[in-house]
Every structure is written in structure tokens, then in C-alpha cells.
């Protein structure tokens, strides 16, 4: 089985501020990661995902995330927030093999952007 | 529509009563997926429908939840006798069914047990 952690359960961060969310998971097999968000009221949309090659990945609104093997990490950040980017956010994994094929989520995390 | 499409948007119940609850995939997308969001927590998946497979239950909470999807298309959750605890906003999401397509969620449907 597979699990993730998001560390902060909220972030608050001023406007034009970087901003990075921590995401860690454990699986015993190798994963495909993913952020998605999501907006009040809405449903999730995806931001980027991991599959392979370069560890940095390009997300839209300007995130980017990059995956650290050794330490199981796929960290979320954006160089300069804006007010637009308050939302949660939740890291996501499914495991490339194994009897446990759904996507596993991250508690989240909750991105207020303050003016 | 393009999207994935639930209903109803909001329930409020009582408790003891049945409740079910609609999901309509994107046209195409043979995987499907049942998700329970609750109030500060993250998302809990309840199911998971992949083409003709047998679905994969081992998220159900309980026997009083089961979930249909019908010649490969909607899906529908079902909770009987709800209780309190079933409060929350249940999200399903289609996916192409490859591990490493996107799931794309509707805006789900928020349970209200009173």
C-alpha cells in the first residue's frame, strides 16, 4: 500500500511571495505523483504530474514540482503567488504495479494568500 | 457537457433514510472513481470502476455503501440508513484508464445527515 503525507495542513503566504508545499509519500513499488487543486466549491483539477525524466516538472498557473527519489518527496512551489492561488492543494500518487491501483491522496493543504 | 457532471449538487436527509447519488463520466473515460471528502480531511477513496473489471470496493466504508455503473457509463453510490457520520461532499472522477492519465472530478454532491 501506498501513503502520502502533506505536512501543512495551512500555509498562508502574502502576495508576490514564493511558496513551496511539502508532499512525502511511502510506497513499497514504484509511482506516478501528482498535484492537483482545488478551488471552493469546485472539483479537483490537475496542476502537474510526475511519470518520469526530468525530475522538475511545469504545472499551469506558473507551479512547478520536483520529484527527489531519495527522499520520497514531490514539493509544490510557485515563485511569486498571487491572490488568484488561494486554494487547497493535495499531492496524489498511484503505484505503477501492485493490487492497489487507486489514486491515493494527501490530506491537503490550504494556500491562503494574503494581500 | 465536456466535464464530469454530479447530481444532485447539495442533499440534506435524515438519518435512517437512503441516499443516491449521480455521477455521469466524461463520454469515453472507462475508468471511474468514488471519492468521500470530508470537512478538513483529505480525500477517502470508497471505489474504483475500471471498464468491464470488477470494481475495486476496498474503500467502502461499510456494507450500508455500494456503487453501480451502468453499461460502463454513470455510476451511481448508494448509502443506505445514513448516518451523521456520512456527512460530507462525495467526489467522482473519470479517467482515460491508464495509470498515468489524469482524473478529471466533478464539483460533487454535499451530504447533509441531520
Known amino acids: 500500500a501506498q501513503s502520502v503525507t502533506q505536512l501543512d495542513s495551512q500555509v498562508p503566504v502574502f502576495e508576490e511571495a514564493p511558496v513551496e508545499l511539502r508532499c512525502n509519500y511511502s510506497s513499497s513499488v514504484s509511482v506516478y505523483l501528482f498535484w492537483y487543486v482545488q478551488y471552493p466549491n469546485q472539483g479537483l483539477q490537475l496542476l502537474l504530474k510526475y511519470l518520469s525524466g526530468s525530475t522538475l516538472v511545469k504545472g499551469i498557473n506558473g507551479f512547478e514540482a520536483e520529484f527527489n527519489k531519495s527522499q520520497t518527496s514531490f514539493h509544490l512551489r510557485k515563485p511569486s503567488v498571487h491572490i488568484s492561488d488561494t486554494a487547497e492543494y493535495f499531492c496524489a500518487v498511484i503505484p505503477l504495479s501492485g493490487s492497489a491501483r487507486q489514486l491515493t491522496f494527501g490530506s491537503g493543504t490550504q494556500l491562503t494568500v494574503l494581500p | 457537457g465536456a466535464g464530469v457532471s454530479q447530481s444532485p449538487s447539495n442533499k440534506v436527509t435524515e438519518k435512517g433514510k437512503d441516499v443516491e447519488l449521480r455521477c455521469d463520466p466524461i463520454?469515453?473515460?472507462?475508468?471511474l472513481y468514488w471519492y468521500r471528502q470530508s470537512l478538513g480531511q483529505g480525500l477517502e477513496f470508497l471505489i474504483y470502476f475500471q471498464g468491464n473489471s470488477a470494481p475495486d470496493k476496498s474503500g467502502l466504508p461499510s456494507d450500508r455503501f455500494s456503487a453501480e455503473r451502468t453499461g460502463g457509463s454513470v455510476s451511481t453510490l448508494t448509502i443506505q440508513r445514513t448516518q451523521q457520520e456520512d456527512s460530507a461532499v462525495y467526489l467522482c472522477?473519470?479517467?482515460?484508464?491508464?495509470?498515468?492519465?489524469?482524473?478529471?472530478f466533478g464539483n460533487g454532491t454535499r451530504l447533509t445527515v441531520t
Open positions: 472522477a473519470s479517467g482515460a484508464g491508464t495509470d498515468n492519465s489524469p482524473l478529471h
Open positions: 463520454s469515453g473515460h472507462t475508468a
